[in-house]
């Protein structure tokens, strides 16, 4: 009735601690090596955000120079009648 196989000699699953510990071990020293990885692409890419920042931030203090200069240049306001 059932489709079931008992398992083998050969296909039991050995408990093996000194296996798990050293695959662990492994995935661990990964995942610093994952994390370093993405920490220096992080110090690498640093430089070009702060320069995009500065030249935005230089671009609209430009800008917002020019459009005061603008305003008051072309739009005079009326002399006040003493």
């Given at each position: 009735?059932?489709?079931?196989?008992?398992?083998?000699?050969?296909?039991?699953?050995?408990?093996?601690?000194?296996?798990?510990?050293?695959?662990?071990?492994?995935?661990?020293?990964?995942?610093?090596?994952?994390?370093?990885?993405?920490?220096?692409?992080?110090?690498f890419?640093?430089?070009?955000?702060?320069?995009?920042?500065?030249?935005?931030?230089?671009?609209?203090?430009?800008?917002w120079?020019?459009?005061?200069?603008?305003?008051?240049?072309?739009f005079?306001?009326?002399a006040?009648?003493?």
């Amino acid at each position: 009735m059932y489709s079931r196989s008992f398992n083998t000699a050969r296909e039991q699953n050995y408990w093996r601690p000194l296996y798990q510990l050293k695959l662990a071990a492994r995935q661990g020293l990964d995942g610093i090596g994952d994390y370093a990885a993405a920490m220096a692409s992080f110090l690498f890419y640093l430089p070009t955000v702060l320069l995009w920042l500065a030249t935005i931030l230089i671009g609209t203090a430009v800008g917002w120079r020019i459009q005061r200069w603008a305003g008051k240049a072309l739009f005079v306001a009326p002399a006040k009648a003493a």
